[in-house]
């Protein structure tokens, strides 16, 4: 018998804005729905809770030159983050493209968590590609 590996924790970013000509009922109906098919993925030990995050933010660079905003372009607005359980990017993609949510103009980033510390010499996101 072959034991398969636990499944893997993936970040979902939550971004972009809510479509300019949708009825807020209808937004809100899908934000209904996305909190019933959030509980039920959390109870069958698919996804885990996350946050929706407040409009206030900062960027601070090492120049210590602090901004107003996390960001630069509304298409760059990150509302909110989760975690799905998936054995594999491609499966947390599917768990997450059955959102409610993607009807009104939302969209996911996808992300897998690294269960690695930090490292200089590994090949990460940080590392300038001249590397």
Known sequence: ???QAPPSEYLVLSRG????????ADIQVAIDEFYLWLERLIAEG???TGQRLDTPGAT????????DGPFGESKEVVGGYWFILARSLEEAA?????????????FY?????DPQKGNAYAVTNETPGER
Not at 17 to 24: F, G, I, L, S, Y
Not at 94 to 106: E, F, H, T, V
């Open 46 to 48: 698919r996804m885990k």
């Open 1 to 3: 018998m072959t034991e």
């Open 17 to 24: 804005q809510w479509d300019r000509d949708a009825a807020p």
């Open 60 to 67: 601070v660079s090492r120049k210590g030159v602090v901004t």
């Open 109 to 113: 980033e996808i992300r897998p968590i």
């Open 94 to 106: 599917r768990i997450a493209a059955q959102n409610p949510c993607m009807r009104y103009g939302l």
